[in-house]
C-alpha cells in the first residue's frame, strides 16, 4: 500500500505542467520555492535580502525595474530612455522613496497572492520582443516567475502594476 501511495506521488510530481520551471521545492503553504541561488545571475546585485523585484523591457520596449526593499524600507523605479537597453542594467530615470506602512502592507499582500497564485494552465504565448519577471524574496527562499513577454497571471499581473505605480513608473 505504501509503495503504491508513493508511486503515485511520483507519478503526480512528473505529471506537472512545468509552467514554473525554475521552481523546485515548495512549503507547508504550497508556495512554490526556487533557492535564491537558482536566480539569474545578472540580476543577484540588485536582490533585495526580503521583498519585491519585478523588470522588464525589450527589444522595442524601454526597460524598467522596481525593487521594495522591506529591510532599508525602500522603494525604488528605475526606467531606461532606449529601447533594447536590459532591465538589469543602468537607467536613465531613477527614483528611491521610504516605504510607508501602507504601501508595504498593500504590496506585499499583492506579492504574496501572487506566489500563492496556482500555476497558469495556458500554454506560453512567448512575445519575442518583451519579458517581464517577477520575483518576491523572503533570504534564501523566492517565488520566481518569468512571463516571456507579459506575465499574465491576475495576481502576479495586478502585482506589477501596483508596484510600477507605487514607484512612480
Not at 527589444?59 to 532591465?87: E, H, I, M, N
Not at 498593500?106 to 497572492?113: C, R, S, V
Not at 501572487?114 to 495556458?122: D, G, I, L, N, Q
Amino acid at each position: 500500500m505504501l509503495r503504491a501511495a508513493l508511486a503515485f506521488l511520483v507519478l503526480a510530481g512528473c505529471a506537472s505542467d512545468g509552467a514554473r520551471p525554475a521552481s523546485n521545492t515548495s512549503n507547508a503553504m504550497n508556495r512554490p520555492i526556487t533557492p535564491r541561488s537558482k536566480l539569474p545571475a545578472a540580476i543577484q546585485p540588485l536582490l533585495p535580502k526580503h521583498g519585491v523585484y519585478v523588470a522588464g523591457g525589450g527589444l522595442v520596449s524601454s526597460a524598467w525595474r522596481v525593487v521594495l526593499d522591506l529591510d532599508a524600507k525602500t522603494l525604488y523605479g528605475g526606467s531606461a530612455a532606449k529601447s533594447d537597453a536590459p532591465s538589469f542594467g543602468p537607467m536613465d530615470k531613477e527614483n528611491r522613496k521610504d516605504l510607508s506602512q501602507r504601501n508595504e502592507e498593500l504590496l506585499m499582500g499583492l506579492a504574496n497572492a501572487a506566489w500563492h497564485e496556482p500555476p497558469s494552465t495556458e500554454p506560453l504565448d512567448p512575445t519575442a520582443d518583451y519579458d517581464e519577471i517577477f520575483v518576491v524574496l523572503e533570504g534564501d527562499d523566492t517565488f520566481y516567475l518569468q512571463g516571456f513577454g507579459p506575465i499574465r497571471q491576475p495576481a502576479a499581473a495586478k502585482a506589477i502594476v501596483e508596484l510600477r505605480a507605487a514607484a512612480g513608473l
